[in-house]
């Protein structure tokens, strides 16, 4: 068990990250919201430009999106265990080939949180599937692509650079594909930094 979630259980009963209902002892979701995330389809395709593959393991509506505020909002990091574990039961196997990198969050965001959501799955992935965690991309300015109409995302990405050499072959890394156009300014700092392949892996897709 995290050892966050460890301490807040020794006080208060195992809650659901999901609907806050009490569930079994260390899970993170109760039966209920796990058997509905479990009927969730994912969703795969080219993606957005610069990508090789996009891959989503649940639409971005019901439990998928409670867990995604539940990681970002509310701090739950044994969130991220979960959704990876998702996404490396589901994905097809022949994606999960290369070093993970983690979409990076602006220095401000990541300040105030006090962690990086993105990171944070990409690193609980990385360690199921074994394959090295290369944090090389940094992310400048402080603009929210959160709450910004969706001409306005595309048309003025995040300013995103390759801080080192990039990894040939990338598995991208973020909790949600909403426009696609901050995939889009990683996949193009990856490939000016070496990358001959970039497949985007994330929790959930919005629709």
């Known amino acids: ?41 994912p969703l795969h395709g080219k993606g957005p430009p610069g990508l090789d593959r996009a891959w989503s393991s649940a639409p971005y509506e019901d439990v998928a999106r409670q ?18 574990e998702r996404i490396h039961r589901l994905a097809p ?37 074994g394959a090295p965690l290369e944090p090389c991309l940094r992310r400048r300015g402080r603009r929210r692509q959160v709450g910004r109409r969706r001409a306005e995302r595309i048309g003025h990405p995040p300013p995103i650079s390759a801080v080192e050499r990039a990894p040939r072959s990338v598995l991208l890394v973020d909790d949600v594909l909403t426009t696609g156009a901050t995939l889009t300014a990683c996949a193009r700092a990856l490939r000016a930094a070496g990358a001959a392949r970039v497949v985007a892996l994330t929790f959930a897709r919005r629709l």
Request: with cysteine; aromatic share 2%; charged share 20%.
């Open 67 to 84: 867990l995604v505020a539940a990681l970002k909002f509310r701090r739950l990091l044994p969130v991220a265990s979960l959704m990876a």
């Open 1 to 41: 068990m995290h050892p966050l979630r460890a301490a807040a259980s020794a006080i208060v009963p195992e809650l659901c990250a999901a609907c806050g209902r009490p569930c079994r002892p260390e899970a993170v979701v109760c039966t209920r919201c796990a058997r509905r995330l479990a009927r969730a389809e």
């Open 93 to 129: 196997g022949h994606l999960l080939g290369g070093a993970v990198v983690p979409v990076p969050a602006a220095p401000p965001r990541r300040r105030r949180r006090g962690f990086d959501p993105a990171g944070e799955l990409a690193a609980c992935l990385a360690a199921r599937i």
